[in-house]
């Protein structure tokens, strides 16, 4: 079966500096890799996603992922956190067995402080 | 916004008690998933439907339903509802494809008291 686990459930970061949210994926077939943001009191919104083509993704709002086969990684860095950034992250993987369902990591909620 | 819309957008209701949650896919998505998220389970995927038809289940408990409407619309149905039946439930869309990118909609806050 297929899982992601997201290895940190809080990041706090200044505004400015780096952030990484890091997820680690377990998958019997090739994945499909997706990162979503939920705001507070917002639904889900797809940052990114990786379907087997680049490595080296790129999102929005200055996002991007790499997808590492050798370490079953899937982290989402940006260069530079502002304060919007604060919310929770899902590192979130498709189950072919399943058909097209997502299934999602608990979750990473990140705090950018001024 | 996504394109998917879904209503109510909060509900609150009693043990034992039956609600219909309505969600309305982006234009031209064939497919509309149901998700629960919960402080102690998460985000769980319930139930898939395609053009009317039903594609996968997931998670879903058996007092709970869903359909798929001609026009495309879907209905979550919540039946005999306990405490822990409250939860934040989306809906999603997509083409249908397995790697068609899934809209979220803005969610129905279920309260069961």
């Known amino acids: 079966a297929q899982s992601v686990t997201q290895l940190d459930s809080h990041v706090s970061v200044s505004e400015g500096t780096p952030v990484l949210l890091r997820c680690n994926y377990s998958?019997?077939?090739?994945?499909?890799l997706f990162w979503y943001v939920q705001h507070p009191n917002k639904g889900l919104q797809l940052l990114l996603k990786?379907?087997?083509?680049?490595?080296l993704v790129k999102g929005i709002n200055g996002f991007e992922a790499e997808f590492k086969k050798s370490e079953t990684s899937f982290h989402l860095t940006k260069p530079s956190a502002h304060m919007s950034d604060a919310a929770e992250y899902f590192c979130v993987v498709s189950d072919p067995v399943a058909g097209t369902a997502l299934i999602f990591g608990k979750g990473t909620t990140l705090s950018v402080s001024s | 916004d996504s394109g998917v819309t879904q209503t109510p957008k909060h509900l609150i209701t009693a043990t034992g008690q039956r609600v219909t949650l309505r969600c309305s896919p982006r234009?031209?998505?064939?497919?509309v998933y149901w998700y629960q998220q919960s402080l102690d389970q998460g985000l769980q995927f319930l139930i898939q439907y395609y053009n009317g038809e039903e594609r996968a289940k997931g998670n879903i408990l058996e007092r709970f339903s869903a359909q798929q409407f001609p026009d495309l619309h879907s209905e979550l149905n919540l039946s005999s509802l306990e405490l822990g039946d409250s939860a934040l439930y989306f809906c999603?869309?997509?083409?249908?494809?397995?790697?068609?990118?899934?809209?979220f909609g803005p969610g129905t806050r279920l309260l069961v008291l």
């Open positions: 990786y379907t087997s083509a680049a490595t």
């Open positions: 998958s019997s077939y090739s994945p499909s």
């Open positions: 999603a869309s997509s083409a249908g494809g397995p790697l068609e990118t899934q809209y």
């Open positions: 234009s031209g998505d064939l497919s």
